[in-house]
């Protein structure tokens, strides 16, 4: 559902291999006085793995498992489930052959998996990498029932807003830090003739992803856990801060490409077209993968195309991150050695080379990455430690958080179009918040 960063260059990946893939120590000589090489720990060991990516991020994430296979001798092969990872592997676990490891899309499949008792709780070894290299809110969120089955081991960073650096300047226009500053700058950029904001709110998810941002934001960490696991409800006075916040963007015509009515006409990634290959309007607020559409728009990153981080609309800067979880379905020692392997800081250091990816790893140094614009998305999320959070709408039941035309994508888009009734909105959403938990 969510789209997959694609933003930095190939490097580094020879110097990581050979790192990753050094021989071993050697046996002792063997008759006639020559030596052998020691037999690698899983050898003739054969590991399926079972994920969503295709193309560059497929064949980067096989570069990450041959430096595994050189380091242990297992031989590891790839499937891809494509987008409905669900559909492909449902059929497989009740047919009972499922992929020794799925890497899932969201963390609500690890509950629905843990629920049909497919997964194999993680080892201690593979539990002690977590525990050396990644916040408890990562292992809770990859846990069911006190069983920890998931690592995180990959992350799309949301929080932020991405802008044209020519508009801002005919505007007279800085990036901003704080919301009443984006308010400020919004309509700065409005009476310059240009319309700040191009709205991806066709795109309901895009709508979610401003929520949250302004929720963490607002509301802080312990309140957007909460209501991520609808402990309180949608018609707490929290959730009524954030959408008043939310409201004084697009609750002004000129605010938005279009008026709100060519905002929920506007898909992602058309959005961000609109900003960089059309020069029609000055920000999109997405995550990094907006990278990627505006160099397909003809804007070079670090110049025409900037960002900068979702300005704090309370006491907390928000850092809300997506992310992929790998499981074990089958209880294999090589499917435990390359979920061991993926957590630790050697495995994030050889992905963290290569092209579309972000750890969240804490021990995975930016110094890692090729790109300067991800070392400062990998340093931002080192630096939120305890009060990064994951994408809420993933968290919630899919038909509450991820269904076009239901749930919260369904009224985040009517609140866009009628921002005048918060209260109304917030009963709506506690209706099917309702519905959704049962």
């Not at 290299?133 to 998931?150: C, F, H, I, M, R």
């Not at 409005?190 to 709205?199: I, N, R, W």
């Not at 963007?249 to 506007?266: H, I, N, W, Y």
């Amino acid at each position: 559902m969510r789209k997959s960063i694609a933003v930095v260059t190939m490097s580094g990946l020879a110097l990581a291999l050979a790192a990753c893939g050094q021989a071993e120590s050697p046996a002792p000589a063997a008759s006639g006085g020559t030596s052998a090489p020691a037999a690698k720990p899983l050898n003739g060991v054969t590991v399926e793995v079972a994920a969503k990516w295709t193309g560059s991020e497929q064949a980067n994430f096989q570069e990450v498992l041959k430096a595994f296979e050189a380091k242990t001798g297992a031989k590891v092969t790839y499937a891809s489930t494509g987008e409905d990872t669900g559909a492909y592997l449902g059929p497989r676990i009740q047919g009972g052959s499922p992929p020794d490891i799925a890497i899932l899309p969201q963390p609500g499949l690890v509950q629905q998996y843990a629920k049909e008792k497919a997964l194999k709780p993680l080892t201690p070894e593979v539990r002690k990498q977590i525990d050396d290299n990644y916040t408890p809110y990562w292992k809770e969120l990859g846990s069911a029932d006190g069983q920890v089955y998931g690592v995180l081991v990959k992350a799309a960073h949301k929080s932020l807003i991405w802008y044209r650096d020519q508009a801002f300047q005919d505007a007279g226009a800085q990036p901003p830090a704080t919301w009443d500053d984006l308010v400020k700058t919004a309509q700065t950029i409005a009476d310059s003739g240009t319309p700040p904001f191009s709205l991806c709110g066709a795109s309901g998810w895009t709508l979610t992803d401003l929520f949250e941002n302004v929720y963490l934001s607002s509301a802080g960490p312990e309140n957007y856990t909460k209501l991520s696991k609808h402990e309180i409800p949608w018609t707490d006075p929290t959730v009524t801060t954030a959408l008043k916040k939310i409201g004084q963007l697009v609750g002004k015509k000129e605010f938005l490409l279009g008026g709100p009515s060519g905002a929920l006409q506007t898909d992602f990634p058309t959005c961000v077209t609109q900003v960089y290959g059309q020069d029609k309007s000055a920000m999109v607020i997405e995550a990094d993968f907006v990278a990627t559409s505006a160099e397909q728009s003809g804007a070079k990153l670090g110049e025409e195309a900037k960002y900068f981080a979702f300005p704090k609309a309370g006491e907390t800067e928000p850092v809300v991150l997506g992310g992929d979880i790998a499981v074990a379905l089958k209880d294999s020692k090589g499917a435990m050695a390359l979920l061991e392997f993926l957590a630790s800081k050697e495995g994030g250091e050889i992905w963290a080379k290569l092209p579309g990816y972000l750890s969240p790893n804490r021990n995975v140094s930016p110094d890692n990455y090729p790109a300067e614009l991800t070392k400062k998305l990998a340093q931002t999320i080192i630096s939120a430690g305890d009060a990064v959070r994951y994408d809420m709408s993933d968290l919630a039941p899919s038909a509450f958080g991820g269904t076009e035309g239901k749930g919260e994508w369904k009224l985040l888009q009517d609140f866009v179009r009628d921002p005048s009734d918060i209260a109304s909105i917030q009963s709506r959403l506690e209706d099917e918040a309702k519905k959704a938990w049962k």
